[in-house]
C-alpha cells in the first residue's frame, strides 16, 4: 500500500492550492481516503474524507465550504482543492486510507509521508 502527496507549498492568505494524494496497492473504490493535517505543537486533525463505497465526504468544521476533496477512480487518485487560504491552515498535510469513512485518525492504516502547506498572512 502507497500513498503519495504533492502539492503543498507556500501561498498568500486567500489563495488556493490543490493537493493530491496517489494511491496503488489497495483496491481504490473500496477505502475511505482521508486528508489530515498537522500543524507544529498541535494533534494530527481530520480535514476532509471521501468514501467512494459508502457515497459520501466529510469536512471538518474549519474547512467547510472552503476546502473541496474529489477523486478519480481511474487515477486512483484523491484531491483537496483548498480555497480561501488562512495562515491557519498552515501544517504538514497527509492523506490516508481506511475501510470505514470519518475524521478519526484510528480509522485509517496506511498514510502517507505528508506534504507542507504554508499561509503567510
Known amino acids: 500500500v502507497q500513498l503519495v502527496e504533492s502539492g503543498g507549498g507556500l501561498v498568500q492568505a486567500g489563495g488556493s492550492l490543490r493537493l493530491s494524494c496517489v494511491t496503488s496497492?489497495?483496491?481504490?473504490?473500496?477505502?475511505?481516503i482521508a486528508w489530515f493535517r498537522q500543524a507544529p505543537g498541535k494533534d494530527r486533525e481530520g480535514v476532509s474524507c471521501?468514501?467512494?463505497?459508502?457515497?459520501?465526504?466529510y469536512y471538518s468544521e474549519s474547512v467547510k465550504g472552503r476546502f473541496t476533496i474529489s477523486s478519480d477512480s481511474a487515477k486512483k487518485t484523491v484531491y483537496l482543492q483548498m480555497n480561501s487560504l488562512k495562515p491557519e491552515d498552515t501544517a504538514v498535510y497527509y492523506c490516508?486510507?481506511?475501510?470505514?469513512?470519518?475524521?478519526?485518525?484510528?480509522?485509517?492504516?496506511?498514510w502517507g509521508q505528508g506534504t507542507q502547506v504554508t499561509v503567510s498572512s
Open positions: 490516508a486510507a481506511g475501510v470505514l469513512p470519518g475524521l478519526y485518525e484510528m480509522l485509517y492504516h496506511h
Open positions: 496497492g489497495f483496491s481504490f473504490d473500496d477505502y475511505a
Open positions: 471521501i468514501s467512494r463505497s459508502y457515497d459520501n465526504t
